[in-house]
């Protein structure tokens, strides 16, 4: 199982990382890896990736905007898709209802709907997730998650729901990413 550590913008989570004694010796052998947009680690199974994700929460809480987790690298688990996962309160199927792309652009992140293009050319289907635009040198991520964790407001773009997981307008937020 892989993680993916997204940094939040203005910070060298890799850097930050390896500059702590403590988190040194949270990572001594999962030897991390930068990504463009933050930080991958490579752990035997899901139950370590989420035992090694609790063990870096002070980390995540102050420099990390999301975790995604993936098998394969071709589809990325959300983390509490993930956790409902392990927790077998969830069973994945194809296609998944709650899909998101996420391209990676100049070290950030730009998030829209599966169905939408929200965030300019929609990429060509033989693109796989976690593949580079030949066109950009973007890459590009399916991501799924849970059913409230994100909605779609009318201009594509993800944004905050309320405790039922219904979508909030009252709220006017956006998630952090």
């Given at each position: 199982m892989k993680i993916l550590l997204i940094e939040r913008e203005g910070t060298d989570l890799y850097s930050t990382l390896y500059d702590s004694?403590?988190?040194r010796a949270m990572l001594?052998?999962?030897h991390p890896v930068r990504h463009p947009a933050g930080v991958e680690i490579l752990t035997a199974s899901l139950g370590s990736a989420l035992s090694l994700v609790s063990e870096l929460r002070?980390?995540?809480q102050r420099y990390v905007d999301e975790i995604?987790?993936?098998e394969d690298g071709s589809v990325y688990l959300t983390w509490d898709?993930?956790?409902c996962v392990y927790e077998r309160?969830?069973?994945?199927?194809?296609p998944w209802p709650h899909r998101f792309r996420y391209r990676i652009h100049g070290g950030k992140i730009y998030r829209s709907a599966w169905d939408l293009g929200a965030f300019g050319d929609v990429p060509r289907p033989e693109l796989g997730s976690g593949e580079a635009s030949p066109d950009t040198?973007?890459?590009?991520l399916e991501v799924w998650g849970t059913?409230?964790?994100y909605r779609e407001p009318d201009r594509g773009e993800p944004g905050m729901t309320d405790e039922t997981g219904d979508p909030n307008p009252e709220s006017g937020e956006t998630p952090p990413l």
């Amino acid at each position: 199982m892989k993680i993916l550590l997204i940094e939040r913008e203005g910070t060298d989570l890799y850097s930050t990382l390896y500059d702590s004694d403590t988190s040194r010796a949270m990572l001594r052998f999962y030897h991390p890896v930068r990504h463009p947009a933050g930080v991958e680690i490579l752990t035997a199974s899901l139950g370590s990736a989420l035992s090694l994700v609790s063990e870096l929460r002070w980390y995540i809480q102050r420099y990390v905007d999301e975790i995604l987790l993936t098998e394969d690298g071709s589809v990325y688990l959300t983390w509490d898709l993930a956790d409902c996962v392990y927790e077998r309160g969830v069973t994945l199927s194809q296609p998944w209802p709650h899909r998101f792309r996420y391209r990676i652009h100049g070290g950030k992140i730009y998030r829209s709907a599966w169905d939408l293009g929200a965030f300019g050319d929609v990429p060509r289907p033989e693109l796989g997730s976690g593949e580079a635009s030949p066109d950009t040198g973007d890459q590009i991520l399916e991501v799924w998650g849970t059913s409230g964790e994100y909605r779609e407001p009318d201009r594509g773009e993800p944004g905050m729901t309320d405790e039922t997981g219904d979508p909030n307008p009252e709220s006017g937020e956006t998630p952090p990413l």
